[in-house]
């Protein structure tokens, strides 16, 4: 059977990622996708309902461990304290994904409808965590307002840490945080 | 010649509202516009692009209002401050508009690819506000986070104001930025 290859997921991501960058995600079919990670389309299609999946995969992943974060946090913290510990238990979930996440923002910032794509999903996200906060007895509008801001400094930290600025996402996501205590002392 | 009527550009924006609401935004055409509003096709395209324009055409004025007055604040407020005092200079823009914006809210509710397209603006007024923060000297990454936070606010408050907890859309993202204020005390 050959020598030993990754997962075809694997395989998949990568191969997606790389039409991405070379003849664009408009371009780029399911089909060619296949052929690069050298797997049949229905293998891929075990994997992912479409090509634009292959990015966003980890949406739902990261949102639930978001809320989850925001539901067993210890019941005396303030509501940003609460959002801020939220992402900070990401972190395992991006450990190893520095150069895949590089990627597929290189592919996302190419294609409008893909911006657009994630905007709607960190838009999920906020509405997600403000439910959570409610749920732990925060009001409106503190509830909504918390659980933006933190989208919003996590969307900060997250492009530092893709940025190269530190390898720890956590560590860019908690300093974006610090920063946000300072503008607003 | 008939009795009077109000401008071809008002019947046509409330015609559209109409439809985007019977028919739903997909379903309503140019054409179908245009002869609810008593004019030409035509007529339609010398005013907007298309039918998606009725909804996004004051994104270009709102920008330019907040760009406009972060760059001419007073030199000796903060980042949050100027971005503040910058939401307070759109009260004129919005002040006879609380009708259009809850039809126009209804629509975009109704629709994904309105709603990654409204999300897709405020991100690009979040990115304008950062460069005219970026321009007074305010360093990264204060300038984006206070631009979107800036945004964030916006967004909360404006909702308040559709929501009916008050007409005056000023008020309401003041108020949101006191409710910020308290979040981060």
Redesign the interface.
């Known amino acids: 059977m050959g020598r030993w290859k990754p997962g075809a997921r694997e395989r998949l991501v990568g191969a997606a990622l790389e039409l991405f960058a070379e003849d664009g995600f408009e371009q780029t079919t399911v089909a060619g996708i296949a052929q690069r990670a050298g797997v049949t389309e229905r293998t891929f299609f075990r994997h992912f309902t479409d090509k634009r999946e292959v990015l966003f995969e980890g949406s739902a992943t990261l949102q639930a461990t978001v809320v989850d974060a925001i539901a067993s946090a210890p019941p005396d913290l303030?509501?940003?304290e609460v959002v801020a510990g939220a992402y900070e238990a990401i972190g395992p979930f991006f450990a190893d994904r520095l150069p895949f996440a590089r990627r597929r923002a290189a592919a996302i910032a190419a294609n409008?409808?893909l911006?657009?794509?994630e905007?709607?999903k960190?838009?999920t996200l906020g509405a997600a965590s403000a439910a959570a906060l409610r749920e732990r007895g925060v009001p409106e509008?503190?509830a909504?307002?918390?659980a933006?801001?933190g989208v919003?400094?996590f969307?900060?930290g997250f492009r530092?840490w893709i940025g190269g600025q530190d390898d720890d996402v956590t560590k860019c996501i908690r300093e974006?945080f610090d920063?946000?205590?300072?503008?607003?002392a």
């Open positions: 303030t509501p940003l409008t409808s911006q657009e794509r905007l709607l960190l838009a509008p503190a909504t307002l918390a933006e801001i919003t400094v969307s900060v530092k974006t920063e946000l205590d300072t503008l607003t």
